[in-house]
Structure formats: C-alpha cells, structure tokens
C-alpha cells in the first residue's frame, strides 16, 4: 500500500495496515510527519514506525500517478531526484477541505475563507446576521469533539443571544498511533511566533517508573512555559496512552497554571500522568537525583 499524507489519518492506517501485514510506504510533501507538532515527536515517531517497517518518505513532490497493469504507481521526486512508489491500493490522507459548495451559501451573505471555511467569529457567528456556523463547514480544527461544543454555543447564542464564546487555545490534539501523540498549546516555534520568550523541557518517558514498569519506555513529553512567569502554554507528549495522559495538560493550559503549580500538586505514584510532574519539576531540578516518585 501506498499513503499519500503524514499527519494523523495516514499515519493511523499505515500503521495499522502494516501491523496487519501490509508492505507500507508512506509519502509525505512536508520535510517532517506531522509537520505542525514538535520536532522532537516527529522524529521519534518516525524512528519507531521505520523500525517496524513503514517506509517513509518526506519532501515529496508528487509528479503523476498511474495504473500499471494490477499497480498503482506514483511517480515523484525528493530533492529533485525522481523516483517511483509501486503498491496494490492507494490511500489518500492528504487533509480535507470544508463541503460548502452546495449548501447555497450565495444566498445569504455568509463571508467564506480562502479555502471555503465559512467565517465565524468567537461565537460561531457568521458575517451574516442572523446565521450561525459550527463544526467542520468552519475549518480547523476538524475534531468532533470541538464540533460538539461549537454547535453546542452557536445553538445557545442563536436561540437565547447569550454571545457564549469559544477559546480555542487548550483544545487538545491526539494521534493514535501506538505510541500516540497528544498535545495543546503552543509549540517553542509557535510561541517564538507569538513574540513570547519561553522556557522549555524535554523528558524521555524511560524517566517515567510506570512507563518502565509496564516496559512501554518509548517516547517523550516536552513542556513549553513563560520564562517570566513559569505560566505553562503548551505540552506536547508521545507515549502509550498520551491521549489520556494530556488532560491534566489541558486544564493547565486552560487555566494559566504555572509549573509550581503542577509541583505542588501530589500525583499518585507510578502513574503515566506523572509524567507531566516529572517535566514540570525538571524545570527546578535534575529529576535523576529524584528518590523514587516526583516529590
């Protein structure tokens, strides 16, 4: 099989269908998988998914694509040099766009995005007055959890004008790929971005007593803070189970907690979560010298 596109859904089902067997070989346009995330998690899943045999691909150009016969083929280049990907079946994973061309949007003046996004405000208000919009019809992120409560508050707003609004900020992102991947936040790179000067950490998670206890010590979590505040802006995780160890992350997110906050706070021992207090505390300490759990 061949996947074109290396963000979440290629990267779910070509790991999926090469644990079911199948010879995968994953072509990706940008020079990382999941591009958007931190290069320490794209770098490491990519290492663990060559080593189970997906081969992968990254820089590429597709040129065209052809059926040859019971193969599909695709030809494409990497650093200008041309070279051809053969499988049975093809997956394309290569992002999706909002479906409004046919909702009759003409009719009413609903002001769209570039790329066909209807565009809403904080309260899932349309530019037109008495039109509301939620869910993928407005663009990233197409999640159907955020989908819920985006109808949820356009619901609400256009039938009690409550002007609820929606802070998109700690809305987390997960990738289940085995380890997984869940963030929220700001990368270091997005918070540069936003003019903010930050400190970081990084742990492995072979720094973890449960992940060694269960023998799962693959992968990292790293923790992007304020340098004046110690205000924590974004974590960013690659673990067994990282989509259920990032809602601590997300409450500190959302609630502008600070790593002393996350220090103060008794975690239960061993736990995967306490990951996320091992990479507040090595902000202030080396967590080797640690006697056993994070104090």
Same mark, same amino acid.
Request: with cysteine; aromatic share 4%; net charge negative.
């Given at each position: 099989?061949? @996947? ?74 990497? +650093? ?18 909002? +479906?409004? +061309? ?17 565009? @809403? +405000? ?12 939620? *869910? ?14 985006? *109808? ?13 609004? !929606? ?51 693959? *992968? ?20 067994? *189970? ?19 906050? !996350?220090?103060?706070? @008794? ?29």
């Amino acid at each position: 099989m061949i @996947v074109l596109g290396g963000r979440a859904l290629g990267l779910e089902f070509a790991q999926m269908y090469s644990h079911m067997g199948t010879r995968v070989t994953l072509l990706q346009r940008s020079h990382r998988i999941i591009p958007e995330e931190e290069p320490a998690l794209s770098d490491a899943l990519r290492q663990y998914l060559e080593e189970e045999g997906i081969k992968i691909k990254t820089g590429v150009r597709i040129k065209r694509i052809y059926q040859k016969q019971n193969e599909t083929v695709v030809v494409a280049t990497v +650093n200008g040099r041309e070279f051809e990907a053969r499988g049975e079946e093809l997956l394309l994973a290569t992002g999706r766009d909002p +479906n409004t +061309n046919l909702l009759g949007l003409e009719t009413v003046p609903v002001g769209l995005k570039q790329d066909g996004a209807v565009r @809403v +405000n904080r309260e899932m208000h349309t530019t037109a007055p008495h039109v509301w919009a939620a *869910g993928d019809v407005i663009g990233e992120p197409m999640q159907e959890t955020i989908a819920a409560k985006e *109808g949820a508050t356009a619901a609400e707003n256009a039938l009690s004008g409550t002007h609820k609004k !929606i802070d998109f900020f700690p809305v987390p992102r997960a990738i289940f790929t085995s380890p997984q991947v869940a963030t929220v936040g700001l990368t270091e790179k997005g918070a540069h971005e936003h003019g903010i000067e930050c400190a970081c950490r990084t742990i492995p998670m072979s720094k973890v007593p449960k992940a060694i206890v269960i023998r799962e010590t693959r *992968g990292l979590i790293k923790m992007v803070a304020e340098a004046s505040t110690g205000r924590i802006l974004g974590v960013h995780i690659l673990a067994d *189970g990282a989509a259920d160890i990032i809602h601590e992350a997300v409450l500190a997110v959302k609630y502008k907690l600070t790593i002393d906050d !996350i220090i103060d706070t @008794v975690h239960v021992f061993p736990t995967m979560t306490e990951s996320i207090k091992l990479a507040a505390t090595s902000f202030r300490k080396d967590i080797d010298e640690l006697s056993c759990c994070a104090e």
